[in-house]
DNA sequence: TATCTGTTATACTTCAAATATAACAGATAG
DNA sequence: CTATCTGTTATATTTGAAGTATAACAGATA
């Protein structure tokens, strides 16, 4: 499992790491019942601290993305992630609205902002780098 | 123009008070030219800080949505709102890509996701609220 | 027993966000 | 001329999130 992060970006590491094993999993790279390094491990491997990987963790395992053994450590859910629910369709909503918004405003047509979404969908079905 | 705020959002007033711009100006409530309250009377209308607005207009001046006559005040760029450029492609991307991330992973369909974005769309085609 | 796991606790630093005052400079209305 | 409006700049302070640094605990395991 590739992990990239930006140390310089506003967005906060623990977040980028989350959204990253969440592109693993939609990108088939991380597959149910396989386990991610320990937090100790990980934090190591990229030079943050423990408990900024730890926070990644304990979100995605509220989220229901990973398990966490106490002793045998993290896996992504053998059962499968938690499929799209409404509090989640509300969520992808109010997300969306802004960049749509925005989209709008600057002349892009409907047709032109679905386009970049399909785009963005092929790089998922192609199977970008499987490399780790 | 209405303006909504949540103070409790983990997302910065200033950000959101921009994004309300910006969906003003999609949704057709605020025209080229228009002007817009002082940073000083907007501020004691939503109760905020002065330098919050200006936070605000600052970055929507930057970002070529207003102008701001030293004495005039704050008005809707007059030319137009600067039109989608590869670089706002290439943010507008960016954006997008964890959340259609976290989309496929949660089993949602392109098809689907791409409804989701055209029930938005039709949001804005439609007029919403145009009391102010 | 030594070592791994996640977990918890505490303390500290750093930085963005937001607020609070104050003052400045130019334009304008009275 | 004066008072008042505009955006702008400067300074100081508070608050909270993010991230780091250590340390210790408890359970599993080799």
Redesign the interface.
């Known amino acids: 499992m590739l992990i990239r992060l930006d140390l310089e970006s506003n967005e906060p590491i623990y977040i980028q790491l989350r ?1 990253q094993v ?2 693993g ?2 990108k088939k790279q991380l597959h149910p019942g396989e386990a991610l390094p320990s937090v100790r491990s990980l934090a190591a491997d990229i030079g943050i601290n423990l408990h900024t990987v730890n926070k990644a963790y304990q979100q995605l395992k509220q989220e229901g ?1 990973i398990l966490i053994h106490r002793q045998k450590g993290v896996v992504i859910n053998p059962d499968g ?4 629910d409404e509090a ?2 509300n969520q ?2 109010f ?14 047509s ?1 047709k032109e ?2 386009e ?6 092929s790089d ?1 079905n192609k199977g970008g780098e499987k490399y780790e």
Chains 1, 2 share one sequence.
């Open positions: 959204n969440v592109e999993i939609a993305f992630v938690p499929q799209a989640y369709m992808l909503k997300k969306l609205h802004p960049l749509i918004s925005e989209s709008i405003s600057r002349g892009l409907e902002f679905l970049v979404c399909s785009d963005i969908f998922f």
